[in-house]
């Protein structure tokens, strides 16, 4: 079991920037792929970001590309994700995840196996 905590939400206008953190409680954080997901009032959970195991091969959905960055820093079991040019769609809730695997290229929840209470983006327009 791992927990993961996430934290850097908040009320922002478009065009601002915010960095998300997930801290991990251990080393199973090290073991595992790690990804965002956002999930808006109303929709389904989706997929905003992935990186693997050693933190390489960043992956990213097209309304994150060029935008979003996410990193990992494995000696301190913490993730992020740098969010810039905020648009009033991202607002939603963000969760951080470990994966099933190591690599990056999944993008199903199904494909997550721990997660995040969530931390909530607003943003105004």
């Known amino acids: 079991q791992v927990l993961l905590l996430e934290s850097g939400g908040g009320l922002v206008q478009a065009g601002a920037s915010l960095r998300l953190i997930c801290a991990a409680d251990?080393?199973?954080?090290?073991?595992?792929?790690m990804a965002w997901f956002r999930q808006a009032p109303g929709k389904e959970r989706e997929f905003v970001s992935s990186i693997s195991q050693a933190g390489f091969s960043p992956r990213y959905s097209d309304s994150a590309k060029g935008r979003f960055t996410i990193s990992r820093d494995n000696s301190n079991y913490t993730g992020y994700l740098q969010m810039t040019s905020l648009k009033p769609e991202d607002t939603a809730v963000y969760y951080c995840a470990l994966g099933r695997y190591s690599d990056s290229d999944f993008y199903d929840v199904h494909d997550y196996e721990f997660w995040g209470q969530g931390t909530p983006v607003t943003v105004s327009s």
């Open positions: 251990g080393w199973r954080f090290t073991r595992s792929a």
